[in-house]
């Protein structure tokens, strides 16, 4: 007999959705920073545990938005709690929820899902007390199916996480064949592995005004290489030439750690080509939007 159950991750920004689902399936499908709302859009991902199959979908932070593609990425996680058996609630080990997280819980009475709470960043919580205070706050707000206390970074909680999703499982045939990872497209995974490598080592410079657009990937038919070509897409013109760096050296160091993640993920050698171009304001232009794969 097999099972499936669909799951939506979500929480505020840079709660830790998305390393959490990494962890979850053993191998990087979304892209990690510190800045809040890396993810743009709904990622799913799937792991198959023998006649379970967990399908995953890693919402992007909700949050108040200020322009075009906020309002999707708010969107994208509407539509996911609406469209599946149950939720994954990611929230931080302390403080207080914000307005937007308690939108999430008016929205789960709404819809009456089974809902799990996880409390992600447990290594970061010195005295367990307060973790205990925190699953009592919690617990008060709304009745969830189970609690549980993870470390996305350290791997602590996260089989019993998954054992009581395995538990939500119904009766189904599997949606996807078993060795099915994510349902993106390689040219969305090798974009969103630049755009990753822009977020972390930009820092504070250009915090979400770009977009990345795979213009080739194709492997050599005589050789084992994958060769990629890809546009950088920034508001700005100062943002372009902050891109590019003094003498294309910022540009390199983008390419070549991205380089090094791609030959990782796709266990090839990979030639890859990067340009930077500007579109003024895209974020607020839905055909841009659309053009980027981020409605």
Not at 7 to 14: L, R, S, T
Not at 85 to 101: C, I
Not at 153 to 173: F, K, R, T, Y
Request: aromatic share 6%.
């Amino acid at each position: 007999m097999t099972k499936t159950a669909f799951i939506a991750i979500v929480g505020k920004p840079n709660v830790g959705k998305s390393s959490l689902l990494n962890r979850m399936l053993g191998a990087k499908v979304a892209i990690v920073s510190s800045k809040p709302q890396t993810t743009r859009t709904k990622i799913m991902g799937v792991l198959t545990l023998g006649e379970t199959q967990l399908v995953f979908t890693d919402t992007p932070g909700f949050h108040k938005p200020h322009n075009k593609l906020g309002e999707y990425m708010n969107h994208a996680v509407g539509d996911s709690i609406g469209g599946t058996d149950a939720v994954v609630f990611v929230v931080e080990p302390s403080g207080e929820l914000n307005e937007k997280e308690l939108e999430l819980i008016q929205k789960f009475s709404q819809e009456r899902l089974p809902v799990i709470l996880a409390i992600n960043k447990i290594d970061m919580v010195k005295d367990k007390k307060d973790l205990l205070s925190r699953i009592l706050y919690l617990t008060k707000l709304f009745d969830f199916t189970a609690v549980v206390p993870v470390s996305a970074s350290e791997g602590d909680g996260v089989d019993e996480l998954i054992e009581e999703m395995q538990a939500l499982c119904v009766e189904s045939p599997h949606f996807f064949p078993d060795d099915t990872l994510t349902d993106q497209p390689e040219r969305v995974l090798a974009a969103e592995m630049i755009r990753e490598k822009i977020l972390r080592l930009m820092d504070k410079e250009i915090p979400h005004g770009i977009a990345v657009s795979i213009e080739k990937m194709r492997e050599r038919r005589d050789k084992e290489i994958l060769d990629i070509e890809a546009t950088i897409y920034c508001e700005r013109d100062t943002h372009k030439g902050m891109l590019i760096g003094k003498n294309g050296a910022m540009l390199k160091k983008i390419s070549t750690f991205a380089r090094q993640d791609l030959e990782a993920f796709f266990d090839i050698k990979v030639n890859l080509h990067t340009w930077v171009k500007v579109k003024e304001n895209w974020r607020n232009k839905e055909g841009l939007i659309h053009n980027f794969g981020l409605d």
